[in-house]
DNA sequence: TAAATAGTGTCTTTAAGACATTATCGC
DNA sequence: GCGATAATGTCTTAAAGACACTATTTA
């Protein structure tokens, strides 16, 4: 297979192409997964890779990750953040090719398997997967569990009301821990992201579940307080 | 002038070319500032502009930054983080060139003004700036402050040994804001990123000032303990 | 000894961790 | 009533914020 070049107008060797790779992740059966498709073509033909690929000129990176996603996989319409750009010119065989990752965190249920060759795998326990797409997993993998408590990112793998005990199982998916119960329930109380609604689960054994609601569906940020030294409020003087 | 256009090898368009643009931030006079080069050349000819420029096939996107830099501004070695890809394809009236930009922290004394046409503006209070790399300095200002407490990235900014003033100067330099002195020095010692030596300094009015360093030059995170509930100890049951 | 600067101590409030206890369901 | 599950309360420790006070230098 020859490497494949690329050359500008003013007579420069340019990059072949960009690629635009979406790290899809989603907790399957408590544990963190990833949306890989199989290679069917060489190179690297057998491998799992991520549901990425050539970005056209006249699409935003972050257009192309969607794009490809849903050719790929069927998924659409997911709220992807940029992750990493994999620069290095010996990345991929087939030339320079250089890509662009996005983030993703999202229900597995939304993939509807059987009518794609795409396949979740958990993030501990890969196959053999093509090109870097491993570090770019990890990478991803990474930023997930450090956003988790620091955004409602979560928000859309629950159902517009929710349980305590759903938001808790849902939290220790994706980070690989487990949480004390009550202090789960505190710490997601005071992050000011989920609200109370008056209402209750029914029809289940045992004590009946409150349900909370998000605050905010769309991507945000917990507004608890920082943890670096409290700047000086206005009106006070700074001794030195 | 012509947009600067190309074709890969299997007759597709692809990326006239990639920049790395470094967005070189450093403490002066008390308030963060940015290294930026006046442009030249069109497009936007005087404009300020990131100290970037377009990679080679054999270089890693974070070499060029460092290449780029030390032929626009003189300086050279510094440690650089990659921060964020810009692709929108208009983004550039050249043609279709994908920004991937580096962010560093650096003592504004390293650059040798006069040696270069290379200037510091305030970032709060910058000229008019080519492409978008308005954004881009903001994005740069935005990651610079969050880490600030979680890394010993403004190591780099103080001497081998230096005072607990001294560092709280310049972190409120970085951060834009004012932090009271004892719990500053808490904050510091607490992190444990820096080590007392048992040296003060002489010479100067007022009760003489004890000597720190760092315990680590090297990019480090602060092992602050986690904000996030408790994972419950090994062993421990959790109840449901 | 006054002015300037740096460092210490400590009181209060808030958050985090651990865990015992109470509440409410289906059966 | 019993097992199952969810929610509350609370005791303890640690961190953060505010600020009074003490210490050590130069001029």
Redesign the interface.
């Known amino acids: 297979m020859?490497r494949?070049?690329?050359?500008?107008?003013?007579g420069?060797?340019?990059?072949?192409?960009?690629t635009a790779d979406p790290v899809i992740l989603a907790p399957l059966s408590g544990r963190l997964h990833v949306l890989l498709v199989r290679r069917e073509e060489p190179p690297q033909q057998g491998r799992w890779a991520l549901p990425g690929g050539?970005?056209?000129?006249?699409?935003?990176?972050e257009q192309t990750a969607q794009r490809k996603l849903t050719e790929k996989t069927g998924v659409g319409g997911v709220y992807l953040e940029?992750l990493?750009?994999y620069?290095?010119?010996n990345r991929d065989p087939r030339?320079?090719i250089?890509s662009?990752s996005y983030l993703a965190l999202i229900d597995a249920a939304v993939l509807h398997e059987g009518a794609t060759t795409a396949r979740w795998f958990p993030v501990d326990d890969l196959p053999e997967v093509a090109f870097d797409h491993g570090a770019v997993i990890a990478d991803g993998t990474e930023r997930l569990r450090g956003k988790?408590?620091y955004s409602n990112i979560a928000v859309g793998l629950l159902p517009e009301r929710f349980t305590m005990?759903q938001a808790r199982r849902l939290y220790e998916a994706i980070?690989g821990?487990?949480?004390?119960?009550s202090?789960?329930r505190r710490?997601l109380e005071q992050s000011g992201l989920v609200r109370g609604t008056g209402e209750v689960v029914k029809g289940v054994p045992g004590r009946p579940a409150m349900l909370y609601e998000f605050v905010e569906r769309r991507p945000a940020w917990s507004p608890?307080r920082s943890?670096?030294?409290?700047?000086?409020r206005a009106g006070a003087v700074?001794?030195?």
Chains 1, 2 share one sequence.
Request: aromatic letters at 10%; zero cysteines.
């Open positions: 020859p494949l070049t690329a050359v500008n107008s003013a420069y060797n340019a990059p072949a192409a960009l050539f970005m056209n000129d006249d699409e935003l990176p940029q990493h750009t620069g290095d010119p030339g320079w250089v662009i988790l408590w005990p980070s821990v487990t949480y004390e119960a202090n789960f710490e608890r943890r670096t030294p409290a700047a000086i700074a001794r030195s």
